[in-house]
């Protein structure tokens, strides 16, 4: 298998294209020549070359459309470097260079070998700059999951040091059930609507447990609370739910408060 650089020719005049062929066999694999822009724009697609030395003047499609037409229909790390050729030199052709980012730009006529090196170069800063992408782009990706995690982490912490403060023993199942359930609650408020089908059967999915024994425990630990727990707090939490002799609130609504009570008070977006 041939592994060098896959270069595609296009020019208007066939015999210079030939003889540019022969020129440049000798150091790439030149897979295509074409003299139309028809044909060379189906060949890139296709035959996916590394580089396209292109003549600005093509019939039926030109080298600027057809180089447009790669923009729209080749994904953006696909498309392969493009030296474009021309004879002419104007202000509005420049600018059509670039504002379609063409690698480099020759005038017609030219050497081989020098365009040799051109190609050689273009190829090398094109794969450079792939490298940097690529990168980037897992730099990013590491970067936006450590982000991610930390941020569950820190809520993780501020609702374990918010149900010990609330009085919850750290020893009894419902303090680890509870910890759940408010972490659930924030990420998607929805969940508490539903806390017998999706919360409860989570949690003892999670805890390998019942999701009888998760509502038992998590009744367990707020009766613990309600009675014996951080009574400063729990008006800060409830308001005036908490009364001397008031019954304690059912399990939705003790951890839909505390949760909602923990979006406002840390400034948690919810999902």
Request: net charge positive; with cysteine; aromatic share 6%.
């Amino acid at each position: 298998m041939d592994e060098r650089h896959r270069v595609l020719i296009a020019d208007s005049y066939p015999d210079e294209a030939e003889q540019l062929k022969k020129e440049l066999s000798g150091k790439y694999n030149v897979i295509s020549v074409r003299d139309n822009g028809v044909d060379t724009l189906d060949d890139i697609i296709k035959l996916k070359p590394d580089l396209v030395v292109i003549d600005l003047m093509l019939s039926e499609i030109d080298g600027i459309g057809v180089i447009e037409k790669c923009r729209e229909l080749i994904e953006p790390d696909k498309i392969p470097a493009f030296i474009a050729l021309t004879m002419l030199e104007n202000r509005e052709l420049m600018e059509c260079i670039r504002r379609l980012k063409v690698d480099y730009c020759m005038m017609k006529p030219f050497q081989a070998g020098i365009l040799a090196e051109r190609i050689s170069q273009m190829i090398r800063i094109r794969s450079v700059n792939n490298d940097i992408q690529k990168n980037e782009k897992a730099l990013h990706g590491r970067s936006k999951r450590m982000c991610s995690m930390c941020g569950t982490n820190d809520v993780r912490r501020q609702i374990s040091f918010l149900v010990r403060n609330l009085g919850v023993p750290a020893h009894i199942k419902g303090c680890r059930y509870m910890k759940y359930a408010i972490l659930m609650a924030i990420e998607d408020c929805n969940r508490i609507n539903y806390i017998t089908k999706l919360l409860y059967p989570e949690i003892a999915k999670k805890c390998k447990t019942t999701t009888s024994s998760v509502e038992r425990a998590i009744r367990h630990a707020i009766d613990i609370v309600w009675t014996k727990g951080n009574q400063e707090l729990l008006k800060e939490i409830f308001g005036t739910f908490v009364m001397e002799g008031q019954e304690r609130p059912t399990n939705s609504q003790f951890i839909a408060a505390v949760a909602d009570w923990m979006r406002l008070e840390h400034q948690i977006k919810v999902s």
